[in-house]
């Protein structure tokens, strides 16, 4: 089941969405090869501190974050990755390292790669680390407003 605030939502905006269910993996390229799903429409999350505050990065799964990318294009120097205890805490229905893109959800800033917002539909995962959603990226867009930047190699 997913994550019960992003099933909420996902439910009261009338979003479809389907559940694809795989064996316990942990890194994005290994649930995208255990689902049979394309690295480039499986998406993973990844966190980093901008100026002190928390944000979530949306990529494909098959590509990797340039730090100093984001740096130019948001015209902050201090921004890093964030270590796993220091986001831990903020999903508190998922597993860590499972959290779906929806930082909305949880207080977080957005950020997808330019790749992500050409699909039509994207898979993520949902909060567990057996289980992912698909839902179309139009969607995807409408509830979470992500701000769109190339920070991928």
């Not at 567990?128 to 959603?133: C, I, Q, V």
């Amino acid at each position: 089941m997913p994550a019960k605030m992003l099933k909420e939502l996902l439910d009261r905006a009338h979003v479809s969405y389907a559940t694809v269910p795989h064996s316990p993996a942990y890194t994005a390229q290994e649930i995208a090869a255990t689902a049979h799903i394309p690295g480039k429409e499986m998406v993973k999350t990844v966190m980093v501190k901008i100026g002190g505050r928390m944000a979530m990065l949306v990529l494909p799964s098959n590509r990797k974050v340039v730090l100093q990318d984001l740096r130019d294009m948001i015209g902050v120097d201090d921004v890093r990755f964030a270590t796993e205890e220091e986001f831990r805490g903020l999903f508190p229905d998922c597993e860590p390292g499972a959290m779906p893109p929806f930082g909305n959800l949880y207080g977080i800033d957005v950020y997808v790669a330019p790749s992500v917002a050409e699909d039509k539909e994207i898979v993520f995962n949902a909060g567990s680390h057996t289980e992912l959603l698909r839902v179309a990226y139009e969607d995807f867009a409408r509830l979470v407003h992500p701000n769109v930047l190339a920070f991928t190699t």
